[in-house]
């Protein structure tokens, strides 16, 4: 796991969209995407559910994300 998967899941998660996130992170959607997914195969589980509607945390990846958000805060201090 890398501190961008973190970024970059905590965006999705902000926008819930891959489209507005890979956008607002400078990258592509594929590649936001492959990194997502990849995430979730390191995790185990699945963090976001995907739909039209956009992508909504799982109830594992609410908590995921929450502490992902803590790492990402205190490495920045």
Same mark, same amino acid.
């Given at each position: 796991?890398?501190?961008?998967?973190?970024?970059?899941?905590?965006?999705?998660?902000?926008?819930?969209?891959?489209?507005?996130?890979? %956008?607002?992170?400078?990258?592509? $959607?594929? &590649?936001?995407?492959?990194?997502?997914?990849? #995430? @979730?195969?390191?995790?185990?589980?699945?963090?976001?559910?995907?739909?039209?509607?956009?992508?909504?945390?799982?109830? %594992?990846?609410?908590?995921?994300? $929450?502490? &992902?958000?803590?790492?990402?805060?205190?490495? #920045? @201090?």
């Amino acid at each position: 796991m890398r501190f961008n998967q973190l970024e970059y899941a905590l965006e999705v998660m902000q926008t819930n969209s891959l489209s507005k996130a890979s %956008e607002n992170l400078f990258i592509t $959607k594929t &590649a936001l995407s492959e990194s997502i997914i990849q #995430l @979730e195969k390191e995790l185990g589980f699945q963090v976001f559910r995907r739909s039209r509607a956009g992508m909504q945390p799982t109830e %594992e990846g609410e908590i995921f994300l $929450k502490d &992902a958000y803590e790492i990402l805060k205190y490495s #920045l @201090e």
